[in-house]
């Protein structure tokens, strides 16, 4: 599996690109806010988009929706029910920003699930805290852990639903995976399971829970 990062916007989102290797059928994980920009990148290299697939509905990591359709007008989008939003908008750092719902033919996907995209078998785990419907895909020897599980620390919990006993032992489920694993981050750097067991204190702290 070939996995490019795109870093967007000014809280810098890491936007993931993944693909088999030699393929030009890819899955985007999280296309930050400038959906013209990832498209832009992808066309330029041959590339086609195949499916969105969202770790949770934060304004950061949903916005660049509408500029891929413009590019893939058929493009699958999927998110956890309880991240898609009420309504249209939702309110955060006051101010109000487009829910994932309001981008429309959105693909709910759960705990368990596993969506297949260009040929990669993307298996669904359910991590919630950072919101209620985050959650990381595990792919082959890789987790996509957006705003779950960082290098060195964790994601907030202040935000609204969020809540710090859930992430905790969102922290622990990984942590307790079997094996080793990259993990490509929402945001910062990347690091591997193994490393974040030995050195990070939150996930330490979430498997002595």
Not at 57 to 67: R, V
Not at 70 to 76: A, G, K, M, Q, S
Not at 89 to 94: E, L, P
Request: glycine fraction near 16%.
């Amino acid at each position: 599996m070939e996995i490019s990062v795109l870093r967007l916007g000014q809280i810098g989102t890491n936007c993931y690109i993944f693909r088999k290797d030699g393929g030009y059928q890819c899955g985007i994980v999280d296309p930050g806010d400038q959906g013209e920009q990832v498209a832009r990148w992808m066309v330029e290299k041959g590339l086609e988009g195949a499916a969105v697939l969202l770790t949770h509905g934060h304004f950061d990591h949903i916005l660049g929706i509408p500029g891929l359709r413009e590019e893939w007008p058929d493009l699958p989008v999927y998110c956890h029910p309880a991240d898609m939003g009420e309504g249209d908008t939702a309110a955060i750092f006051g101010d109000s920003f487009p829910t994932v719902r309001s981008f429309g033919d959105i693909t709910p996907y759960r705990e368990g699930d596993v969506v297949n995209v260009a040929g990669i078998d993307v298996e669904v785990l359910e991590t919630p805290g950072h919101t209620p419907g985050s959650v990381t895909l595990r792919a082959e020897d890789v987790l996509f852990t957006g705003d779950t599980l960082f290098a060195g620390s964790m994601g907030r919990t202040d935000l609204p639903g969020g809540d710090e006993g859930e992430i905790m032992r969102s922290l622990k489920r990984l942590g307790e995976l079997e094996g080793d694993y990259r993990v490509l981050p929402g945001h910062e750097g990347q690091s591997t399971l193994e490393r974040e067991r030995q050195g990070n204190y939150c996930l330490r702290a979430a498997m002595r829970g």
